[in-house]
Protein backbone atom coordinates (compact mmCIF):
# COMPACT_ATOMS: atom_id res chain seq x y z
CA UNK A 1 0.00 0.00 0.00
CA UNK A 2 2.62 2.38 0.88
CA UNK A 3 4.74 1.42 -2.50
CA UNK A 4 1.32 2.29 -4.23
CA UNK A 5 0.93 5.52 -2.31
CA UNK A 6 4.75 6.85 -3.45
CA UNK A 7 4.35 5.69 -6.91
CA UNK A 8 1.15 7.59 -7.59
CA UNK A 9 2.85 10.64 -5.60
CA UNK A 10 6.02 10.15 -7.50
CA UNK A 11 3.14 10.22 -10.79
CA UNK A 12 1.44 13.37 -9.59
CA UNK A 13 4.66 15.27 -9.39
CA UNK A 14 5.61 14.44 -13.23
CA UNK A 15 2.34 14.90 -14.54
CA UNK A 16 2.75 18.54 -12.66
CA UNK A 17 5.83 19.03 -13.75
CA UNK A 18 5.40 18.17 -17.45
CA UNK A 19 2.43 20.63 -17.52
CA UNK A 20 4.20 23.04 -16.29
CA UNK A 21 7.04 23.02 -18.32
CA UNK A 22 4.57 22.87 -21.41
CA UNK A 23 3.05 26.08 -19.77
CA UNK A 24 6.63 27.40 -19.76
CA UNK A 25 7.34 26.93 -23.14
CA UNK A 26 4.10 27.39 -25.00
CA UNK A 27 2.77 30.16 -23.52
CA UNK A 28 4.58 31.92 -20.92
CA UNK A 29 4.98 35.06 -22.53
CA UNK A 30 3.29 38.65 -23.15
CA UNK A 31 3.63 39.82 -26.32
CA UNK A 32 4.73 43.83 -27.00
CA UNK A 33 2.22 46.48 -25.94
CA UNK A 34 2.36 49.81 -26.18
CA UNK A 35 -0.47 50.89 -24.15
CA UNK A 36 -0.11 54.95 -24.76
CA UNK A 37 0.80 54.35 -28.45
CA UNK A 38 -2.73 56.23 -29.46
CA UNK A 39 -1.62 59.71 -27.92
CA UNK A 40 1.36 60.39 -30.49
CA UNK A 41 -1.27 60.52 -33.47
CA UNK A 42 0.29 63.02 -37.25
CA UNK A 43 -1.03 65.95 -37.46
CA UNK A 44 -3.08 66.71 -41.08
CA UNK A 45 -0.67 67.95 -43.18
CA UNK A 46 -1.45 68.95 -46.85
CA UNK A 47 1.01 67.74 -48.96
CA UNK A 48 -0.39 69.96 -51.60
CA UNK A 49 1.73 72.72 -50.33
CA UNK A 50 4.71 70.66 -49.65
CA UNK A 51 7.12 71.33 -52.43
CA UNK A 52 9.59 72.81 -49.76
CA UNK A 53 13.42 71.63 -50.42
CA UNK A 54 14.21 70.71 -46.74
CA UNK A 55 17.53 70.26 -45.58
CA UNK A 56 17.62 67.76 -42.68
CA UNK A 57 20.15 67.77 -40.35
CA UNK A 58 20.58 64.42 -37.70
CA UNK A 59 22.30 65.18 -34.25
CA UNK A 60 21.97 60.98 -32.91
CA UNK A 61 23.80 58.64 -30.58
CA UNK A 62 22.75 55.04 -31.20
CA UNK A 63 21.70 53.09 -33.94
CA UNK A 64 17.86 53.85 -32.68
CA UNK A 65 17.39 57.21 -32.65
CA UNK A 66 19.20 57.09 -36.30
CA UNK A 67 16.58 55.01 -37.10
CA UNK A 68 13.86 57.27 -35.89
CA UNK A 69 15.40 59.97 -37.66
CA UNK A 70 15.44 58.09 -41.13
CA UNK A 71 12.05 56.95 -40.92
CA UNK A 72 11.03 60.57 -39.97
CA UNK A 73 13.15 62.22 -43.70
CA UNK A 74 10.90 59.54 -45.25
CA UNK A 75 7.89 60.42 -43.97
CA UNK A 76 8.41 64.12 -45.19
CA UNK A 77 9.02 62.87 -48.46
CA UNK A 78 5.85 60.81 -48.50
CA UNK A 79 3.68 64.55 -47.16
CA UNK A 80 5.69 65.29 -50.30
CA UNK A 81 8.46 67.36 -49.23
CA UNK A 82 11.65 67.82 -51.33
CA UNK A 83 14.29 66.35 -48.11
CA UNK A 84 18.10 66.28 -48.21
CA UNK A 85 19.07 63.77 -45.62
CA UNK A 86 21.31 63.64 -44.59
CA UNK A 87 22.19 66.94 -44.93
CA UNK A 88 25.79 68.66 -45.38
CA UNK A 89 25.62 72.33 -44.46
CA UNK A 90 27.89 74.98 -46.33
CA UNK A 91 27.11 78.38 -47.78
CA UNK A 92 26.55 76.66 -51.33
CA UNK A 93 24.20 74.19 -49.50
CA UNK A 94 22.49 76.33 -48.11
CA UNK A 95 21.22 78.03 -51.11
CA UNK A 96 19.72 74.96 -52.63
CA UNK A 97 16.78 74.49 -49.95
CA UNK A 98 13.97 77.08 -48.38
CA UNK A 99 14.67 75.55 -45.05
CA UNK A 100 17.07 73.58 -42.84
CA UNK A 101 16.14 71.88 -39.95
CA UNK A 102 18.41 70.27 -37.20
CA UNK A 103 16.56 67.83 -35.45
CA UNK A 104 18.56 66.19 -31.76
CA UNK A 105 17.30 63.08 -30.94
CA UNK A 106 17.37 60.96 -27.34
CA UNK A 107 16.55 58.00 -25.72
CA UNK A 108 16.21 56.46 -22.13
CA UNK A 109 14.67 53.28 -21.38
CA UNK A 110 13.76 52.55 -17.96
CA UNK A 111 12.50 49.64 -15.96
CA UNK A 112 9.95 49.72 -13.02
CA UNK A 113 9.63 48.11 -9.43
CA UNK A 114 6.56 46.93 -9.82
CA UNK A 115 8.39 44.05 -11.86
CA UNK A 116 9.55 42.98 -8.91
CA UNK A 117 5.67 42.06 -7.50
CA UNK A 118 4.96 41.19 -10.73
CA UNK A 119 7.56 38.38 -10.65
CA UNK A 120 7.24 37.67 -6.74
CA UNK A 121 4.63 37.05 -5.55
CA UNK A 122 3.28 36.97 -9.41
CA UNK A 123 4.64 34.41 -10.19
CA UNK A 124 2.07 32.52 -7.94
CA UNK A 125 -0.57 33.71 -10.72
CA UNK A 126 1.24 33.97 -13.53
CA UNK A 127 1.90 37.48 -13.71
CA UNK A 128 4.37 37.92 -15.63
CA UNK A 129 2.66 35.95 -18.81
CA UNK A 130 -0.81 37.31 -18.20
CA UNK A 131 0.34 40.41 -17.81
CA UNK A 132 3.72 41.51 -18.71
CA UNK A 133 6.51 43.55 -17.49
CA UNK A 134 6.30 47.27 -17.57
CA UNK A 135 9.02 49.04 -18.94
CA UNK A 136 9.49 52.89 -20.35
CA UNK A 137 11.06 54.12 -23.74
CA UNK A 138 11.14 57.87 -23.58
CA UNK A 139 12.80 59.58 -27.16
CA UNK A 140 13.70 63.39 -27.30
CA UNK A 141 12.91 64.89 -30.08
CA UNK A 142 13.94 68.60 -30.43
CA UNK A 143 13.89 70.39 -34.13
CA UNK A 144 15.04 74.12 -34.97
CA UNK A 145 13.93 75.30 -38.12
CA UNK A 146 15.96 77.88 -39.79
CA UNK A 147 14.51 79.81 -43.09
CA UNK A 148 17.05 80.10 -45.59
CA UNK A 149 16.10 83.03 -47.51
CA UNK A 150 15.62 85.33 -44.47
CA UNK A 151 17.91 83.79 -42.13
CA UNK A 152 14.78 83.92 -39.32
CA UNK A 153 14.68 81.03 -36.94
CA UNK A 154 10.90 79.31 -37.02
CA UNK A 155 9.59 78.65 -33.38
CA UNK A 156 11.71 75.10 -31.97
CA UNK A 157 9.67 72.52 -31.62
CA UNK A 158 10.31 69.90 -28.46
CA UNK A 159 8.08 67.31 -28.69
CA UNK A 160 9.44 64.14 -26.37
CA UNK A 161 7.75 60.54 -26.99
CA UNK A 162 7.40 59.22 -23.39
CA UNK A 163 6.64 55.18 -24.30
CA UNK A 164 4.23 52.60 -21.49
CA UNK A 165 5.46 49.46 -22.10
CA UNK A 166 4.24 46.20 -21.55
CA UNK A 167 6.31 42.34 -22.60
CA UNK A 168 7.65 39.73 -21.51
CA UNK A 169 9.56 36.30 -22.79
CA UNK A 170 11.26 33.23 -21.81
CA UNK A 171 14.34 34.84 -21.14
CA UNK A 172 12.62 36.44 -18.07
CA UNK A 173 9.71 34.84 -17.22
CA UNK A 174 11.26 30.94 -16.69
CA UNK A 175 11.86 32.22 -13.16
CA UNK A 176 8.37 31.32 -12.76
CA UNK A 177 9.73 27.72 -12.25
CA UNK A 178 9.43 29.20 -8.54
CA UNK A 179 6.12 27.53 -8.89
CA UNK A 180 7.23 24.24 -8.30
CA UNK A 181 9.92 25.47 -5.61
CA UNK A 182 10.07 27.95 -2.51
CA UNK A 183 9.70 31.03 -4.40
CA UNK A 184 13.24 32.17 -4.11
CA UNK A 185 14.13 32.39 -7.90
CA UNK A 186 10.80 34.26 -8.58
CA UNK A 187 12.08 36.62 -6.07
CA UNK A 188 15.77 36.78 -6.73
CA UNK A 189 14.81 37.36 -10.53
CA UNK A 190 12.24 39.78 -9.63
CA UNK A 191 15.08 42.59 -8.17
CA UNK A 192 16.62 42.18 -11.31
CA UNK A 193 14.09 42.12 -13.38
CA UNK A 194 13.50 45.72 -12.63
CA UNK A 195 15.59 46.99 -14.65
CA UNK A 196 15.06 47.47 -18.38
CA UNK A 197 15.11 44.51 -20.91
CA UNK A 198 17.96 45.26 -23.97
CA UNK A 199 15.34 42.75 -25.68
CA UNK A 200 12.35 44.79 -25.89
CA UNK A 201 14.64 47.21 -27.96
CA UNK A 202 14.07 45.57 -31.20
CA UNK A 203 10.67 44.94 -30.88
CA UNK A 204 9.68 48.06 -30.42
CA UNK A 205 11.19 50.05 -32.84
CA UNK A 206 9.67 47.48 -35.24
CA UNK A 207 6.19 48.35 -33.54
CA UNK A 208 6.24 52.41 -33.62
CA UNK A 209 8.96 53.30 -36.08
CA UNK A 210 5.94 54.25 -38.69
CA UNK A 211 3.87 55.81 -36.04
CA UNK A 212 6.35 57.86 -34.58
CA UNK A 213 8.03 58.78 -37.32
CA UNK A 214 4.57 60.01 -38.95
CA UNK A 215 3.68 61.99 -35.62
CA UNK A 216 7.53 63.91 -35.25
CA UNK A 217 7.27 64.75 -39.34
CA UNK A 218 3.62 65.93 -39.06
CA UNK A 219 4.84 67.86 -36.31
CA UNK A 220 8.02 69.60 -38.88
CA UNK A 221 5.71 69.58 -41.65
CA UNK A 222 2.52 71.78 -39.94
CA UNK A 223 5.33 74.17 -39.00
CA UNK A 224 6.90 74.18 -41.95
CA UNK A 225 3.82 74.92 -44.06
CA UNK A 226 3.08 78.03 -41.49
CA UNK A 227 6.54 79.11 -42.32
CA UNK A 228 5.51 79.16 -45.91
CA UNK A 229 2.25 81.30 -45.59
CA UNK A 230 3.93 83.87 -43.29
Known amino acids: MGVLRLRTTLMNRRVTGLIAVTFFTSGCAHSLEVKNIDLYKAAFVNSQQGSLKVGLIGVTSTPEEERLLTATANALKRDGFKVDYPFVLSDESRKSVDYVVKVKMSSEYKGSGWNFLIN ?12 GYDYRAIYGFDADITDTKTNTALPRISSPVDLDIRHADMNRTWTELSWLEVGIIACVGGLVFTRYDNSVTPLLLNAIETRIADYTSSKIGALLIAGKGS
Open 120 to 131: CPGFLLWAPAWH
